[in-house]
């Protein structure tokens, strides 16, 4: 295979919808890629089965060699690559029908068929690569429509942020679905399942909802906004059985995202374990002028003062906030003390604490690029000071300074 093989070619309008889930040729997708920069220069990617007995070897090793060769010295080396690429080729951004800023481009082997979207922006997806096996597609595209016995209606579970499921009946169209997410719809499947999300969740920065796990029971991914799980026959979703809904209902109604109001108003807190979280903040600050001793206190004094003014973060911190500075970036690192359900539940709420104070810890001039939390169950002892008692009074003091 050959550089030339991979010439990516601008879109038009009429194959924008190709780059997106459930097109109009979606029964000759063998699947989709999705990837991230990161920081800028990382290289993170999930994969979407679509039609897994499409997905053989040599299709693995093509799509391999294509990301590859792109990585080398193309518009997936890293994200100034992608935005200089975009740039050169101003002509393939979408119509506004696509949303946001993305641009479209074709890749065309022998046997398949390569569909690219760019969204050269930090903090979102950077990349969707949609693959497609070019007999299907074509002769896809010759024959009439296959008609299919669908449902009106479909039986779903819905999940809000911060929100116990519900079942719900929903027309059978790709409308009302993406009214139930609040946008254009994307999937992830399993073998008899889908869960249907707002493609631009992270984009638009919907509140975090639940985990996304793979088939094995992994978690790769949160899911952001209202999604919901329906049932899947082939390339139809269909109605969750009462057994689908059982086990869907059971797995999300034991997390949650958000912060409650009133911890107490769900679950007595002395029923459930204490858990010490490890969190970690990952700034990149935005000018240069801040890169100094001076810029440096300044930086750690507003992020004490914000952790000091935010109920949760004042009440819940224990100790100090301690802070590493190299280059253009800083790391907070804290512990924050957690009464929940499970340790995923622990360390969405801590998550979510500091989510909710984005606007403020970013208003000095600098970037939240990643927020880790890792979340460790403590033995009972029922000698220690809750951590609720201790009131807003204790202020944090100011945190340590390293520079690296």
Known sequence: ??????????????????????????????????????RGTEFWTAWWDHHEELKGQEFKDELDHLVNS??????????????????EHAQARMSPKAGTEYYGFRVDTPQRRY???????????????????????????ELPPKEVEMSDKITVLVVEPMKPCRVQEIPNTLEAMGQVVGGRIES??????????????????????????????????????????AGVDGEHLTSLTDDQLQHFKALYDSIAAERPVAQEEIAPEAA????????????????????????????????????NQDQALAERTVGGLDVAFQSHCAEV????????????????????????????????????????????ELEPDYGRDQVRGRGTQEKKRKGNRHDR
Do not use: W
Request: glycine letters at 6%; one cysteine or more.
């Open 1 to 38: 295979m050959t550089d030339e093989v991979y010439s990516l070619q601008e879109i038009g309008e009429d194959e924008e919808l190709l780059s997106f889930s459930s097109s109009s040729q979606e029964q000759a997708c063998i699947g989709h890629l999705r990837g991230d920069f990161g």
């Open 70 to 87: 792109l990585r080398e010295s193309g518009p997936l080396k890293d994200l100034r690559s992608m935005e200089r690429f975009c740039r």
């Open 115 to 141: 569909y690219l979207r760019f969204l050269p922006l930090r903090g979102n997806y950077n990349f969707y690569i949609y693959c497609y096996q070019t007999d299907k597609f074509e002769r896809a595209a």
């Open 188 to 229: 992830f499947s399993y073998q008899r399942e889908a869960i249907i999300s707002n493609e631009e969740s992270k984009f638009l920065d919907l509140p975090l909802n639940r985990p996304l796990y793979d088939g094995s029971g992994t978690q790769i991914d949160m899911l952001r906004g209202t999604f919901f799980v």
């Open 272 to 307: 459930m374990p204490d858990f010490a979280v490890a969190c970690q903040i990952s700034f990149r600050f935005t000018r240069e002028d801040q890169e100094n001793p001076g810029s440096h206190d300044a930086f750690i004094s507003h992020v004490t003062e914000i952790f």
């Open 333 to 376: 690192r804290y512990t924050f003390a957690r009464q929940d359900k499970d340790t995923a539940s622990a360390e969405m709420f801590s998550k979510q604490c500091v989510l909710d104070v984005r606007d403020q810890l970013e208003g000095y001039g600098c970037k939240i690029e990643k927020i880790e939390c890792f979340a460790e």
